[in-house]
């Protein structure tokens, strides 16, 4: 079946420090990946994908990630994380069909 | 500005009163959804539609009604409302296939609760 698994429900760095958020994936086919952040009261924005090609992508507001196959993986990276990034991070996976799966998201909390 | 916009963003309702949340998009978009968010449970997709009169279940169909007599807008009906349906819900649209585009434009949600 397909799925995704976000390990981590909810995540608290200090600010300017490294972040990954971990994302596991179950597809049968090639798997197209995503992130998507949801800031408080709004809807959800595409931070980065990947279809094919390099396996390190590079999104909006200086975030990273990185699919590895043979991990089933798809972590979201940021070298020094803000107070804006505060949010909540889902991953989602695609493929051959007209729909994608989301995980059940990751909260991030950011302290000064 | 492009975007996608639902209304009513608050609701309160009494169980088993039609309600209508619309929702339009003004992108040409081709291809459009539902979602709701319920905590610990991510996005689960209720219907979604690949064209004006082609809509189709998502995950979680049931005591859901959806639209699109129109490429704009794609309403989603609850006939007959229960508590259950108490949720955060989101409207989304993409230019066309989800695979091939890639990227799901949301609207800001409607939190809809159910007494």
């Known amino acids: 079946a397909q799925s995704v698994t976000q390990p981590d429900i909810h995540i608290t760095v200090s600010e300017g420090a490294s972040l990954e958020l971990r994302c596991n994936y179950s597809?049968?086919?090639?798997?197209?990946l995503f992130w998507y952040v949801q800031s408080p009261g709004q809807g959800l924005q595409l931070l980065l994908k990947?279809?094919?090609?390099?396996?390190l992508v590079q999104g909006i507001k200086g975030f990273e990630a990185e699919f590895k196959r043979s991990q089933s993986s798809f972590n979201l990276r940021k070298p020094s994380v803000h107070w804006s990034d505060a949010a909540e991070y889902f991953c989602?996976?695609?493929?051959?069909?007209?729909?994608?799966?989301f995980g059940t998201g990751t909260r991030l909390q950011v302290f000064p | 500005e492009a975007q996608v916009t639902q209304n009513p963003r608050y609701l309160i309702t009494v169980t088993g009163k039609k309600l209508t949340v619309t929702c339009s998009q003004n992108?040409?978009?081709?291809?459009m959804s539902w979602y709701r968010q319920d905590p610990g449970l991510g996005l689960r997709q209720i219907y979604y539609?690949?064209?004006?009169?082609?809509?189709d279940k998502g995950d979680v169909p049931e005591g859901y009604k959806v639209s699109r007599k129109e490429k704009r807008n794609f309403p989603l009906i609850l006939e007959s409302p229960s508590p259950n349906q108490t949720s955060l819900y989101f409207c989304?649209?993409?230019?066309?296939?989800?695979?091939?585009?890639?990227?799901?434009?949301f609207g800001e949600g409607s939190r809809l609760t159910v007494l």
């Open positions: 989304a649209s993409s230019l066309g296939r989800i695979p091939n585009t890639g990227e799901l434009f």
């Open positions: 990947y279809f094919s090609g390099d396996t």
């Open positions: 992108m040409n978009h081709e291809y």
């Open positions: 539609s690949m064209n004006v009169e082609v809509t």
């Open positions: 597809y049968g086919a090639t798997p197209y």
């Open positions: 989602a996976v695609g493929g051959n069909t007209d729909k994608l799966i």
